[in-house]
């Protein structure tokens, strides 16, 4: 079920209509039959699989918090771990672990394996929820939070279907004492609840399923690209992942506060970044704070070394960009951005990365907003392309082929009409450093954009359910 399909739309009005009538466990049971439920719609063989990595976890936690022996905690946390990354691995990264193993001994001169790849089908949301299970029974190692005392409290830690699919990635000590303890409901958070889903909705809707529309045909060409139509994709691919996936975060979140839970952010206006270290507090939060607390830091973090620390950060932002697909183009990006990391704290160093502070509006702040916007645009090319020859196509097409014709034109202004009204909110939020400064304005004012936004959404909207983007992942 997607969130912006009406199936989903009467399900979550039928659970959330029994659910405001039960006292708190029977709220939980709901959440967790709910969950379920919602998982099996998509495939219900998987849920074995899910099962499989929350009953280890489940029971290796506990082990590992009772034991004072260090050699029988390590065990149980490297069981936890074991488990969850075999299970990762196996789905995920199977054939392209093969498929490059086999390559290698071509290079080699060595007998072939001359497998046939398997038809694996990839499990909904479990990189999420892999990097869930990780954190919890690493913090229970760490004794930084308790392990859950019922199995169904950890089970819907897990599974609760707001964030099940595509995150944002929770952590423990935050998720679980709402779900142990009694939700206070009202109807405050019940209207911000719906403005987060309806203002995802038309992110996911409105902006970034009609940015597909134009993105998706130039990564489909086989060949003979046009450097005004890749620049056009690669704008527009911009916006149109931050919208799917901010999109479905805030839908996440929505209808999280209308059930009492207040489930993390996950983006916070990541394009009007000036440096990659900004971007990456700002973009997919949870997952970049996921690689610094159990990646970064364990590697060494800034604790031994210039030297290590480069490494370190290399490490982490090569495995994140491996986390997000198994193809050499996501290790691409990865690396890309690790370079540019590091490259920004050789040329930091001594300045103490100084909070942007009153001159935000400043001629010399915008431009370095732009020309960073332009550096993360062209590492979307990485991201998205399908493959490392697409890449240097697509480079090669944008330097020596541009052209303009009426078509491209036309839609350059198609383009434009549906990132204004996300550009337009986004600088009022960042001029207000206020993500709810919308919801937070008179009702009349409100009235009229909610007005607005519902007209641009049946007008020119997508209605026909497409899947997001990070689904894949």
Not at 93 to 103: A, K, Q, R, V
Not at 232 to 242: D, M, P, R, S, V
Not at 282 to 304: A, C, E, F, V
Request: glycine content about 6%; proline content about 3%; aromatic content about 20%.
């Amino acid at each position: 079920m997607l969130f912006n399909s009406l199936q989903f739309f009467l399900f979550f009005v039928i659970v959330y209509s029994i659910y405001l009538f039960l006292p708190h466990r029977w709220q939980n049971r709901l959440l967790i039959a709910a969950s379920i439920l919602f998982y099996a719609a998509w495939n219900w063989k998987f849920l074995s699989v899910m099962m499989v990595s929350i009953t280890t976890d489940y029971f290796c936690a506990k082990s590992i918090d009772v034991s004072h022996d260090n050699k029988t905690r390590r065990f149980y946390l490297l069981l936890s771990i074991g488990v969850n990354l075999i299970i990762l691995c196996l789905f995920k990264y199977f054939n392209f672990f093969l498929s490059n193993f086999e390559l290698l001994l071509n290079c080699l001169h060595l007998n072939s394996l001359n497998y046939i790849p398997f038809k694996i089908i990839l499990p909904l949301g479990i990189s999420f929820y892999t990097f869930e299970a990780i954190s919890y029974t690493v913090d229970v190692y760490r004794r930084q939070t308790k392990p859950a005392q019922k199995y169904s409290d950890y089970l819907l830690f897990v599974i609760y279907f707001p964030h099940l699919i595509a995150g944002p990635i929770m952590r423990a000590w935050n998720f679980l004492p709402q779900i142990i303890k009694p939700r206070e409901l009202s109807w405050d958070l019940f209207y911000q609840g719906c403005f987060l889903f309806f203002w995802g909705l038309f992110e996911k809707m409105y902006v970034a399923d009609n940015l597909g529309r134009i993105v998706n045909p130039v990564f489909a060409l086989n060949g003979h690209f046009e450097g005004n139509s890749v620049l056009l994709a690669l704008y527009g691919f911009a916006f149109q992942i931050f919208c799917d996936f901010d999109g479905y975060s805030n839908m996440a979140r929505g209808l999280g506060l209308c059930m009492g839970f207040d489930i993390t952010i996950n983006f916070n206006l990541p394009y009007f970044s000036t440096n990659p270290k900004e971007f990456w507090q700002r973009w997919h939060i949870s997952l970049s704070t996921w690689l610094r607390d159990y990646l970064y830091i364990p590697l060494g973090g800034n604790r031994q070394g210039e030297l290590k620390m480069y490494a370190a950060l290399f490490i982490t932002m090569f495995l994140g960009g491996l986390w997000h697909g198994a193809a050499w183009t996501f290790v691409l990006w990865g690396s890309y951005h690790a370079v540019l990391l590091i490259i920004h704290r050789i040329f930091s160093r001594g300045s103490g990365d100084k909070k942007p502070g009153n001159n935000r509006g400043s001629l010399k702040y915008i431009l370095k907003m732009i020309v960073f916007f332009h550096l993360m645009v062209l590492g979307w090319l990485l991201f998205r392309a399908e493959s490392i020859h697409q890449i240097g196509e697509m480079l090669y097409a944008l330097f020596t082929n541009f052209k303009f014709d009426g078509q491209l034109i036309k839609s350059w202004i198609k383009a434009g009409a549906f990132i204004l009204p996300l550009v337009s909110v986004q600088i009022w939020q960042y001029r207000s450093n206020d993500l709810m400064v919308m919801y937070k304005q008179q009702w009349l004012l409100k009235t009229f954009l909610y007005a607005v936004m519902t007209y641009l959404l049946i007008g020119w909207g997508v209605m026909n359910a497409q899947e997001f983007i990070y689904f894949q992942f």
